[in-house]
């Protein structure tokens, strides 16, 4: 049986990889340093300017938030139904302080919650009057 030689021409010729891994580095980096990073989109709203001690007077809706409930204008209620009363307001139509909604908060209320019905606040054309509680120095 005679052996065969292989000619020249059927060695094919090898791809050098062993600076694959060098470029596949120097790429990755260059990809993190010119990535633009998304940001969260939000909205805008005016908030009013406030002063200690102030009565709310009984046209001034209220919404106010219990851990997972609703409360607008001492009425239960949820988000579809909320913001369905916010748009009867008609607050984008209405001047100054009549745009006011007071937006009271207590207990543990999830953040997506609260930046649900900022929103439908601020989408019904109202302004957002943040009511919080000052704690005295004992705590209480």
Do not use: W
Request: proline share 4%.
């Amino acid at each position: 049986m005679r052996m065969r030689r292989k000619s020249k021409q059927q060695d094919e010729p090898e791809v050098p990889v062993s600076s694959f891994s060098d470029i596949a580095f120097l790429l990755i980096i260059f990809f993190i340093l010119v990535t633009t990073l998304t940001k969260r989109a939000g909205f805008m709203t005016d908030m009013p300017a406030g002063q200690e001690g102030g009565q709310q007077t009984s046209k001034t809706a209220t919404v106010q938030l219990h851990d997972q409930k609703i409360v607008f204008n001492e009425k239960p209620q949820e988000m579809d139904e909320l913001r369905k009363a916010l748009s009867e307001l008609k607050l984008q139509e209405k001047e100054g302080d009549a745009k006011i909604v007071m937006l009271e908060t207590t207990g543990n209320v999830p953040y997506q919650r609260y930046f649900e019905v900022m929103s439908a606040i601020s989408n019904a054309g109202g302004v957002i009057a943040i009511v919080s509680e000052e704690q005295d120095e004992d705590g209480g």
